[in-house]
């Protein structure tokens, strides 16, 4: 009698050991991704949702993410918070800097992850929306709030493109605009001021020419830095500010390249040519050699995207401060124009935790998680959250104060036909050195567009 006690005592004791070892199970990996390491005191401290609470997220989720200039440190930090909050959740990543190849056999089989981060070579979203690979999380977006309680979309700098029918497929996690740099310290050694409007941009640029340097100087050989970073704000600006005109370019919408918004952006950038403000030299040059010799002072602004500082970080001249303006052709008074570019996160339509998957969504997409996105990657996530007394960068700060201001206007995400965006390459060239007017370039545009509708 005594022996059968003992072993039901033994048995009970086994059956709880093996109950913990259940509860306590480590996030699985792919690729070579490492497991996380223990959280420190950076780690983000968001508790377990409502939402998570009440769905008791269990099973198997599987996440899929690219790891290239941004790093995997968010990731790993994020992921660790979302096991910690659902215990019960076995946890997969599959990540790398050739996820994208790897992973796509599974794609094509209808075997995917259950989350994705598009991003890097061989992803592209168009694609897998047009091969039906997304699911359509359009009915998600409009009720789903994050673990904070806000309301996602109420909390985004830049909102999901709305495609075919005004569905959404993915959801902007990281945001970077384009707009012109300058250098403060050199602004302020001239007593130049930094423009809020184009007549405040001339002025500066005239006193900047006076000084024995071009203005503007800007990359000719990728030639879509000067489209992105002053002809599509001019553009939106001299639409009274409304970005739905580069979605109706987008679309290859006739007249869309012609009209008297079109020709007064046009105009703003001949106001340069003939004012000889801009750097003639810029022509020939590509993205690194204009980035550096505008960090040598051989011209006040350059057109970029908020990925320079990083990009340039081992040739930045000491005491040299990075200054951002989302946009210059606005006229005074007018709100601020931001031409983003971002990356997505979105649901595979044959998920197989499609719950885990909006639960994650709600989970990553915090003011907290913003924050530390800032701190770990130099770049933005796709939320209004206060850099102020983070260890962010001075410009992402300073380009975060113009996306949370109620007088910055952000436009639409908007992805020409590639055939017309080549056209569209040529011809801002062609305008900056003098080649072709205003006219020409929009007769170049719409002859481009109507070519690619019959396609």
Not at 124 to 149: C, H, K, P, Y
Not at 183 to 192: I, P, Q, T
Not at 253 to 261: D, Q
Not at 410 to 428: G, R, S, Y
């Amino acid at each position: 009698m005594m022996f059968k006690k003992r072993m039901f005592v033994y048995g009970m004791i086994l059956l709880l050991i093996l109950s913990l070892a259940a509860c306590g199970s480590k996030t699985d990996n792919q690729s070579g991704q490492s497991s996380p390491t223990p959280a420190s005191s950076n780690t983000p401290s968001s508790e377990p949702s409502t939402n998570a609470e009440k769905a008791g997220l269990t099973g198997e989720f599987e996440i899929q993410y690219f790891v290239g200039g941004y790093g995997d440190a968010w990731w790993l930090e994020v992921i660790e918070a979302f096991q910690k909050a659902n215990p019960e959740l076995k946890i997969k990543q599959s990540a790398g800097p050739k996820i994208n190849e790897q992973m796509k056999p599974r794609w094509i089989q209808g075997n995917p992850p259950d989350v994705v981060y598009i991003d890097g070579a061989g992803s592209n979203e168009r694609q897998m929306i047009d091969d039906g690979q997304l699911l359509d999380i359009t009915d998600f977006l409009s009720t789903a709030n994050n673990v904070d309680g806000e309301k996602l979309t109420d909390i985004l700098i830049a909102q999901p493109t709305a495609y075919e029918g005004g569905k959404s497929y993915t959801l902007p996690l990281v945001f970077g605009s384009w707009g012109l740099f300058y250098d403060k310290a050199l602004f302020r050694e001239n007593g130049w001021s930094a423009p809020s409007n184009w007549g405040e941009f001339i002025e500066t640029s005239e006193k900047i020419k006076a000084s024995g340097i071009p203005a503007l100087i800007h990359t000719g050989v990728y030639p879509y830095y000067i489209n992105g970073g002053l002809l599509d704000s001019a553009i939106v600006a001299a639409n009274g500010g409304d970005g739905s005109i580069l979605t109706r370019q987008a679309n290859l919408e006739e007249g869309s390249f012609s009209g008297e918004p079109v020709k007064k952006a046009l105009n703003q950038i001949i106001e340069l040519v003939d004012k000889q403000l801009i750097d003639k030299g810029s022509v020939s040059l590509n993205h690194t050699d204009s980035q550096a010799q505008w960090l040598q002072h051989k011209a006040g602004f350059i057109p970029n995207g908020l990925w320079l500082e990083n990009e340039m970080k081992k040739d930045i001249p000491s005491g040299f401060e990075f200054g951002f303006l989302p946009s210059v052709a606005q006229d005074v008074g007018q709100n601020n124009i931001v031409i983003p570019y971002t990356n997505t996160i979105a649901i595979a339509k044959d998920a197989k935790n499609p719950e885990a998957a909006k639960a994650f969504l709600e989970f990553a997409f915090t003011k907290e998680n913003a924050i530390r996105w800032a701190e770990l990657t130099g770049a933005l996530m796709n939320i209004k959250a206060d850099l102020s007394s983070s260890s962010a960068s001075e410009v992402v700060k300073d380009a975060m104060s113009f996306f949370n201001s109620n007088q910055t206007t952000v436009a639409p995400v908007a992805v020409l036909n590639a055939d017309v965006e080549k056209v569209k390459q040529d011809a801002i060239v062609a305008l900056t050195v003098g080649k072709i007017t205003p006219e020409e370039w929009m007769k170049r545009m719409e002859e481009a567009a109507a070519k690619a509708r019959k396609q």
